[in-house]
């Protein structure tokens, strides 16, 4: 069963939001930074209401940098550990923090299928 997603990256510019359902793009949206953001329960508030229209308990990830973390937009704890409720459960990952690609042997053929296999295993196994 493909499940949703929803991406939270916060800048000093703009909120970028980005929620998926198995590898379907549902939702794109730039809502305000969090510096406009005058109170915690705009951003629970807003996922509360996808995980009740779409009835599911939504993972969240909040992609942020080292010293954003704390509280930030409501979604964490003042060690910026991501809150878990009812309604979501979010996951803080660091900003720019990307797999390395690593080697390919040329001349053998496509394998990109096996690689996307391979990346849907290694994410299974986390």
Known sequence: MESYRVVLSPSAKWTRVLLTHGPD???RAFLPPPSQ???DRPVPTFLEGLAEWLDVR?????????????????LTDDLGVGRRCL???VEVRERG?????????R???DFGDL???R???????R
């Not at 939504?58 to 409501?74: D, F, I, N």
């Not at 923090?97 to 042997?105: D, F, H, K, S």
């Not at 990346?119 to 196994?125: K, N, S, T």
């Open 25 to 27: 793009e549902l939702l």
């Open 37 to 39: 953001v005058l109170r």
């Open 58 to 74: 939504l993972p969240v990830v909040l992609s942020v940098g080292a010293q954003e973390v704390g509280s930030c937009l409501g």
């Open 87 to 89: 309604y979501y459960e």
């Open 97 to 105: 923090l990307r797999r390395r690609r690593g080697a390919r042997i």
């Open 107 to 109: 001349g053998l053929g």
């Open 115 to 117: 690689r996307q296999l």
């Open 119 to 125: 990346l849907v295993a290694d994410g299974e196994d």
